[in-house]
């Protein structure tokens, strides 16, 4: 078994090294060993988890994001709004990646309503002429209202 190092050894990288080369070399009792650490780590704290698979999907680490956050200075990387770590609404710290050939590279930590708003504002690029073109001549400036 491998000895734990860290502070929060659940996340500790040698520990899931052990993890994965019991699932590898197919060692039923120390993978439900394991298996059972992280069970009942994940009812002490659930948010922490649900927080590092956020960020692992984003492909970010949370050694990235805190760098990110000293580099931004906890502000949002669009508006300069400051962020609000695990909070809810729209200040909500959002962690911000681009898919390129399937591969997930981090840009950056956002406000929740830039990072909405960006995902719109990619996903319709091909109308971004016609929104500017609406903005600037909207259909009621051609409608003649009686006084």
């Known amino acids: 078994m491998v000895e734990r190092r860290s502070s929060e050894p659940d996340f500790d990288r040698s520990y899931q090294r052990a993890y994965k080369q019991a699932v590898r070399d197919g060692d039923p009792e120390q993978y439900a060993r394991i298996k059972e650490r992280n069970r009942a780590s994940y009812k002490r704290d659930p948010s922490t988890w ?22 931004q200075d906890g502000r949002c ?63 009621a400036r051609r409608v003649q209202c009686p006084k």
Do not use: W
């Open 50 to 71: 649900k927080r590092l698979d956020r960020l692992h999907k984003t492909g970010h680490t949370p050694e990235m994001v805190a760098a990110l956050r000293q580099l």
């Open 77 to 139: 990387a669009i508006c300069d709004l400051t962020l609000v770590v695990g909070g809810i609404g729209m200040s909500s710290e959002c962690a911000d990646h681009t898919e390129i050939d399937g591969k997930k590279i981090p840009r950056g930590l956002l406000c929740a309503r830039c990072n909405l708003a960006l995902g719109h504002y990619e996903a319709h690029k091909h109308r971004h002429a016609r929104f500017e073109e609406y903005i600037q001549n909207y259909p």
